[in-house]
């Protein structure tokens, strides 16, 4: 069972526009969110996060927003670039006995067109 | 420059042949984790480890095993039992401290095996 759910696995938007990324999770303890980009055959980079105490954090072009009665949190990239192209992991981070485990989405596939 | 390398980046092994991946860590990180990426599908935990000479099964456990006989090194074995070995595994290594939110994990650039 997903607890953590990226429902679009793939998203195409034009250079320039915004690229909107979704993640819906099912727990409420999570408590702390994160972003991570992923090209080909390369690891995942950390991207940006929130904490489930605030509802929106932004770096630069993107801006995470947290929605914590929905169990919905977004990416926001705003102007997308090319080179934005790439696999969009969410996760979310919640205690697990001594220990903090991470918990992610199946990502969605960016494709920002020139 | 502190980071997390895998290695090799590509790796090719005959059926029935154990093989071992290595991944180390200079980012002095307590914790340590193996991930395997198939295509279509999200990150898969296979071990993880929070601190020297202890660790713990993931989710897809089975055919694999691990040591952690030093912090900065967590080596992965690929065993003959594991049915479909054919991934792109992923190690990564975070701060394993429970009062801290801030985990984010960093990731090496991964090894894709293939079985022959």
């Known amino acids: 069972d997903q607890q953590v759910k990226q429902n679009s696995p793939s998203l195409s938007v034009q250079e320039g526009r915004i690229s909107i990324l979704n993640c819906d999770y099912t727990?409420?303890?999570?408590?702390?969110f994160l972003w991570y980009k992923k090209y080909p055959a390369e690891g995942p980079t950390f991207l940006i996060s929130?904490?489930?105490i605030k509802d929106k954090n932004e770096d630069g072009r993107f801006t995470v927003f947290l929605n914590k009665s929905a169990k919905h949190l977004s990416l926001h990239i705003v102007p997308s670039q090319p080179g934005d192209s790439a696999v969009y992991f969410c996760?979310?981070?919640?205690?697990?006995?001594?220990?903090?485990?991470?918990?992610w989405g199946l990502g969605t596939s960016l494709a920002v067109n020139p | 420059d502190g980071g997390i390398t895998q290695s090799p980046k590509y790796l090719f092994r005959k059926e029935g042949q154990n093989v071992t991946l290595s991944c180390e860590q200079n980012?002095?990180?307590?914790?340590m984790y193996w991930y395997r990426q198939d295509p279509g599908q999200g990150l898969r935990l296979i071990y993880y480890?929070?601190?020297?000479?202890?660790?713990q099964k993931g989710d897809i456990a089975e055919g694999y095993s691990v040591s952690r006989e030093k912090k900065e090194s967590f080596p992965l074995t690929v065993t003959s039992a594991q049915k479909n070995p054919t991934a792109f595994y992923l190690c990564?290594?975070?701060?394993?401290?429970?009062?801290?939110?801030?985990?984010?994990?960093?990731f090496g650039q991964g090894t894709r095996l293939t079985v022959v």
């Open positions: 727990n409420s303890m999570f408590d702390y």
């Open positions: 929130i904490s489930s």
């Open positions: 996760a979310a981070s919640i205690n697990a006995g001594n220990n903090r485990k991470l918990i």
């Open positions: 980012l002095n990180h307590d914790a």
């Open positions: 480890s929070q601190i020297v000479n202890d660790f």
């Open positions: 990564a290594s975070s701060i394993a401290d429970r009062g801290r939110m801030n985990t984010e994990a960093f």
